[in-house]
């Protein structure tokens, strides 16, 4: 009984990247529902939420209007299959450390939250303003043209002018949860992993 319950490792990878993914979601859905554009949580003076949507690349970058867009929709795609594939040849082998495989997981399912905005949140979601609070229904962009949606801010530091103003604040990037994923699941590769993709075939 106990040997049918038990779980492979793919598919231990899967339930992670599956949840991961819904945690994602779930944030996301959350922030777009319930703030307007700009809107924000202060949680301390250095971590805050802060609801921004992210036409391009992560951590608020932008890449190249609509064609940029486009692109990077299908890149992150093929990115998403490519590291499916990857992940599935490397679970084949028996010498693949488990380190390996879940650095992967990480990415993968990071690409896929990402990707997910890109889908179907123009077809599902209103638009958001500084003014109105988006909701499910009333499409704002067509399939592959949604907005990711970013809340995490995390100003670690600020310099303020004499009004108090901030004239300069140390990372400035506004990122999501499956951009965390991307990137920790990367470092963790680097770091810890490194020799296993350094190695000779």
Same mark, same amino acid.
């Given at each position: 009984?106990?040997?049918?319950?038990?779980? !492979?490792?793919?598919?231990?990878?899967?339930?992670?990247?599956?949840?991961?993914? @819904?945690?994602?979601?779930?944030?996301?859905?959350?922030?777009?529902?319930?703030?307007?554009?700009?809107? /924000?949580?202060?949680?301390?003076?250095?971590?805050?939420?802060?609801?921004? /949507?992210?036409?391009?690349?992560?951590?608020?970058?932008? +890449?190249?209007?609509?064609?940029?867009?486009?692109?990077? !929709?299908?890149?992150?795609?093929?990115?998403?299959?490519?590291?499916?594939?990857?992940?599935? %040849?490397?679970?084949? !082998?028996?010498?693949? #450390?488990?380190?390996?495989?879940?650095?992967?997981?990480?990415?993968?399912?990071?690409?896929?939250?990402? @990707? @997910?905005?890109?889908?179907? *949140?123009?077809?599902?979601?209103?638009?958001?303003?500084?003014?109105?609070?988006? %909701?499910?229904?009333?499409? *704002?962009? #067509?399939?592959?043209?949604?907005?990711?949606?970013?809340? +995490?801010? +995390? #100003?670690?530091? /600020? @310099?303020?002018?004499?009004?108090?103003?901030?004239?300069?604040?140390?990372?400035? #990037?506004?990122?999501? +949860?499956?951009? !965390?994923?991307?990137?920790?699941?990367?470092?963790?590769?680097?770091?810890?992993?490194?020799?296993?993709?350094?190695?000779?075939?």
């Amino acid at each position: 009984m106990n040997s049918r319950m038990k779980l !492979s490792k793919g598919q231990w990878l899967l339930v992670l990247g599956v949840c991961l993914v @819904i945690i994602d979601q779930l944030i996301k859905i959350w922030v777009k529902t319930s703030f307007t554009l700009g809107g /924000e949580i202060r949680i301390f003076d250095w971590f805050r939420l802060l609801f921004v /949507e992210n036409k391009g690349m992560a951590f608020g970058m932008a +890449f190249g209007g609509w064609v940029g867009k486009l692109c990077l !929709s299908l890149f992150r795609i093929v990115l998403f299959g490519a590291m499916v594939w990857y992940i599935n %040849h490397l679970l084949k !082998s028996k010498n693949t #450390p488990t380190g390996v495989v879940v650095g992967l997981t990480l990415i993968a399912a990071g690409a896929l939250g990402n @990707i @997910i905005d890109c889908w179907f *949140y123009g077809l599902i979601f209103s638009e958001s303003t500084v003014t109105t609070v988006a %909701h499910f229904g009333d499409g *704002y962009a #067509p399939f592959l043209f949604g907005k990711v949606v970013d809340m +995490f801010y +995390f #100003p670690l530091f /600020e @310099i303020k002018n004499a009004a108090g103003k901030v004239v300069f604040s140390f990372f400035d #990037p506004v990122f999501n +949860f499956a951009d !965390s994923c991307v990137t920790v699941g990367a470092f963790y590769l680097i770091l810890f992993q490194y020799k296993f993709f350094a190695k000779d075939e």
